[in-house]
């Protein structure tokens, strides 16, 4: 069986059956609903569902919702051990997904589909595999990935939940294992890298970016992080 992706829409009908190869599901817009292994419920978009070789599973979705769907004849190793069935996908892997998706509607092209396979296979294998998150969850977890730049309360992100603080912050860290302010952090701390390693900007736009409009507090964050100082990592 080729490593192939391709964009997908699903039967409104359930059929069961199996494949001797391993199948991803992501959701572009819309969910489906899927029965397979010890799973069955509903996967949405920023999720991605495991089916396994010789492993029956049905599903049913909406006939206007998309998917890509990649076939493939192994997988990462660390999703390969993932004993669940559902997971969370990056922000950076739910944006290439959208390339593929424009890429594949525009031209045939073979040398592009390999490459486009091939750095989607290593997108998979950077994952932080959590299990399903509650939707709430999810929710939250996308307005920081998107309003990084902004100030942050723990109060304004369970609001976006639709949680009392203390609910919220229970579930956050039961989900994540992280709590609610750290994951903040890192996941500024990891764009700041990015940022650094990849561009020009001067390191106070950077900070302001990231989340901190004081160089110092962005210096002195960054450096408790990893280590070293902004100044440092940039050259």
Avoid: W
Wanted: hydrophobic share 40%.
């Amino acid at each position: 069986m080729p490593d192939i992706l391709s964009i997908r829409s699903y039967s409104t009908k359930p059929v069961d059956h199996s494949h001797d190869y391993y199948q991803l599901v992501l959701p572009l817009r819309g969910s489906i609903a899927i029965k397979v292994g010890n799973f069955n419920g509903k996967v949405a978009v920023g999720e991605c569902v495991i089916v396994r070789k010789h492993e029956n599973h049905l599903f049913t979705a909406p006939p206007e919702a998309r998917f890509v769907v990649a076939d493939m004849s192994c997988l990462p190793v660390k999703i390969d051990s993932f004993d669940g069935v559902v997971f969370a996908i990056n922000k950076t892997l739910s944006c290439y997904l959208l390339f593929i998706e424009e890429q594949l509607q525009q031209q045939l092209n073979l040398q592009l589909e390999q490459s486009m396979f091939h750095t989607f296979y290593l997108l998979l294998s950077e994952q932080t595999l959590m299990p399903k998150l509650d939707a709430r969850i999810a929710n939250a977890i996308h307005f920081i990935q998107m309003h990084v730049q902004q100030v942050l309360s723990i109060e304004q992100l369970a609001q976006v939940a639709c949680l009392s603080s203390t609910q919220f912050k229970v579930l956050f860290k039961k989900y994540t294992g992280m709590t609610v302010m750290n994951f903040v952090s890192k996941v500024r701390m990891e764009k700041a890298q990015a940022l650094l390693r990849h561009t020009d900007y001067p390191i106070n736009i950077i900070g302001e970016k990231v989340g901190y409009p004081e160089q110092a507090a962005f210096s002195r964050k960054f450096s408790k992080h990893f280590g070293l100082p902004p100044t440092r990592f940039k050259s």
